[in-house]
């Protein structure tokens, strides 16, 4: 059974940091990119990084480049994702997703991040 577990998220001040973890089981995680999307209130969800299943290559949206890096543990099928100088238009729902085709897709559940003062 394939599970994407997300953690991490929370509250946190504008200028603050976090770290979200998402832990992946019942696939093959090594062969697979692992990317974090978010999703506001009233708007599509949007890629925010993606990692190749090597980690060797990394990609950012433009909001977060300079601010977020996404790591990947492949011993502990774990994603990770640091966040750090958090803004207010950060506050959404984060979501992990495992990918090796386009019909070959995994997500979690998502993870509530917050920033507000």
């Known amino acids: 059974q394939v599970q994407l577990v997300e953690s991490g998220g929370g509250l946190v001040q504008p200028g603050g940091s976090l770290r979200l973890s998402c832990a992946a089981s019942g696939f093959n995680f090594n062969s697979y990119a692992m990317s974090w999307y978010r999703q506001a209130p009233g708007k599509e969800r949007e890629l925010v990084a993606s990692?190749?299943?090597?980690?060797?290559?990394?990609n950012y949206a433009d909001s977060v480049t300079g601010r977020f890096t996404i790591s990947r543990d492949n011993r502990k099928s774990t994603v990770y994702l640091h966040m750090n100088s958090l803004k207010p238009e950060d506050t959404a729902v984060y979501y992990c997703k495992a990918a090796r085709s386009i019909t070959d897709a995994y997500w979690g559940s998502g993870t509530q991040v917050t920033v507000s003062s």
């Open positions: 990692s190749a299943p090597a980690g060797d290559n990394t």
